[in-house]
């Protein structure tokens, strides 16, 4: 689900709850809490960044499930 997520913030601009749906969260909520304990950022500030370099944003994520 959060290597989905991932793909999905990089690659679009859907909003965060559409992005939630898609990869498999029940909750925006619980996306964003996620996002915070494994990779150490939001959603919002993964998407800022992966917008400067999507090809590594994605790659640092690939072994998640």
């Given at each position: 689900?959060?290597?989905?997520?991932?793909?999905?913030?990089?690659?679009?601009?859907?909003?965060?709850?559409?992005?939630?749906?898609?990869s498999?969260?029940?909750?925006?909520?619980?996306?964003?809490?996620?996002?915070?304990s494994?990779?150490?950022?939001?959603?919002?500030?993964?998407?800022?960044?992966?917008?400067?370099?999507?090809?590594?944003?994605?790659?640092?994520?690939?072994?998640?499930?």
């Open positions: 689900r959060l290597k989905r997520a991932s793909e999905l913030l990089v690659g679009t601009d859907i909003p965060m709850i559409d992005v939630a749906e898609k498999g969260f029940k909750h925006c909520e619980y996306m964003a809490a996620v996002f915070k494994r990779l150490h950022k939001t959603p919002s500030q993964f998407r800022r960044e992966g917008q400067l370099s999507d090809r590594s944003r994605i790659g640092a994520v690939s072994g998640l499930q």
